[in-house]
């Protein structure tokens, strides 16, 4: 059964290029190998990332994620069981959010992951692939 999940976290450190070619080269890699396709939304401090595949697969995989030192707070926000994919062509595609992203408006604080549904989440990655602004 195929599903997809939306998680959102909060980086560890700065996320410098270096730190963010090494997420990427490390997903591309291991995704290709096991089924997975997906996006990840990345700035000021917030790491947004979808993720495609089999249960099983995205399962061992969000657990494996989860315990990254390079981020914490990691919340999933969304699963659901899906027919389709909807980020295919990519092992892992890459888009950067700005400070006024509505993505990047989390209060921490009183943070309650369910106030990011997501519809949300999906119809702001769908702007960012419009916009051309989605590296894949
Ligand atoms: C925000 C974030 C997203 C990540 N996404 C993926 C991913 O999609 N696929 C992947 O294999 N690793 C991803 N990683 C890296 C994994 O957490 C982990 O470091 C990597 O799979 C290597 O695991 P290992 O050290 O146990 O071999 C991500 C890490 C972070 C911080």
């Given at each position: ?118 519809l949300l989440v999906l119809a702001r990655i769908d702007q960012l692939i419009e916009t051309?602004q989605m590296i894949g």
């Open positions: 059964m195929l599903v997809r999940v939306f998680y959102v976290s909060a980086a560890v450190g700065p996320q410098t290029t270096a730190v963010t070619q090494s997420i990427l080269q490390q997903s591309q890699a291991y995704n290709c190998q096991h089924g997975i396709t997906g996006v990840l939304l990345q700035g000021q401090g917030i790491y947004l990332q979808a993720l495609e595949g089999e249960q099983d697969e995205v399962n061992r995989l969000y657990a494996r994620i989860a315990s990254d030192p390079r981020h914490n707070r990691v919340e999933m926000v969304h699963c659901e069981n899906i027919e389709q994919r909807r980020y295919g062509n990519w092992s892992m595609a890459h888009a950067e959010l700005s400070d006024l992203d509505p993505m990047t408006q989390i209060e921490w604080q009183t943070f309650d992951p369910h106030s990011i549904t997501g051309g």
